[in-house]
């Protein structure tokens, strides 16, 4: 089975400019969460989909958004770039939790930011 | 709002020893708690997953154990190896009100297992 997949997995932008991330879960998979990872704030929770709904969402300004598609791929887009989003982004599936039983997540390789 | 902490935050040993990494986290009310390892420049892999009704769960070297009450959890890796260096990430899943639930990230123990 394959696992999450990522694309693309390195990208370099300038400030201003806008990016789109894509994430692929793992078949049968149907949330997807995003996480931002940096050395100074480690592993940061951006926001959950299920169902092609945004379901939770962390503390991120508005520049940061996505959208999930009805086979459960997702995207995640910035715009108005900051150096300060330079970072490793990361998705994590997993199948939707069902009564008390909150599944394990399984992450992809990232794809890893740079902000000039 | 949940914080988790990992201690120690690098950790130099010699091939074949046994160790301990340690997480603990502020609020008791977690649903599970996962450990990850991380290589360098790479995505997370999913190590241990325990559910807030058990106590531990074990993969071959790999034991993890959980204690609620107490908001700590323990990873031990028995006779460790070169293979072994990595970051180690605990997170615990949560729900901080409505909907809202999310995996809470420790900053990670970094090991290095020394041939």
């Known amino acids: 089975k394959a696992g999450v997949t990522q694309t693309p997995r390195y990208l370099i932008k300038t400030r201003g400019q806008q990016v789109t991330l894509s994430c692929s879960p793992i078949?049968?998979?149907?949330?997807v969460s995003w996480y931002q990872q940096t050395p100074g704030q480690g592993l940061q929770f951006l926001f959950e989909?299920?169902?092609?709904?945004?379901?939770n969402k962390g503390n991120f300004p508005g520049r940061f958004s996505g959208r999930q598609f009805s086979n459960s791929r997702s995207e995640m887009n910035v715009s108005t770039l900051e150096l300060g989003d330079s970072a490793l982004y990361l998705c994590?599936?997993?199948?939707?939790?069902?009564?008390?039983?909150?599944?394990?997540?399984?992450f992809g390789p990232g794809t890893r930011l740079t902000v000039l | 709002k949940q914080e988790v902490t990992q201690i120690p935050a690098a950790l130099s040993v010699p091939e074949g020893e046994n160790l301990v990494l340690n997480c603990s986290f502020t609020?008791?009310?977690?649903?599970?708690l996962q450990w990850f390892r991380q290589d360098p420049g790479k995505g997370l892999t999913s190590l241990l997953l325990?559910?807030?009704?058990?106590r531990e769960q074990t993969s071959g070297r790999l034991n993890a154990s959980l204690d609620k009450s107490s908001g700590r959890s323990t990873l031990y890796i028995a006779a460790s190896q070169p293979g072994d260096s990595a970051t180690y990430l605990c997170?615990?899943?949560?729900?901080?009100?409505?909907?809202?639930?999310?995996?809470?990230f420790g900053k990670g123990t970094l090991l290095t297992v020394n041939p």
């Open positions: 994590a599936s997993s199948f939707p939790r069902t009564g008390d039983n909150y599944n394990e997540q399984f």
């Open positions: 078949s049968g998979h149907r949330s």
């Open positions: 989909y299920f169902s092609e709904t945004q379901r």
């Open positions: 609020d008791s009310a977690i649903y599970n």
């Open positions: 325990i559910q807030s009704s058990q």
């Open positions: 997170a615990v899943f949560t729900n901080s009100g409505g909907s809202n639930y999310k995996l809470t």
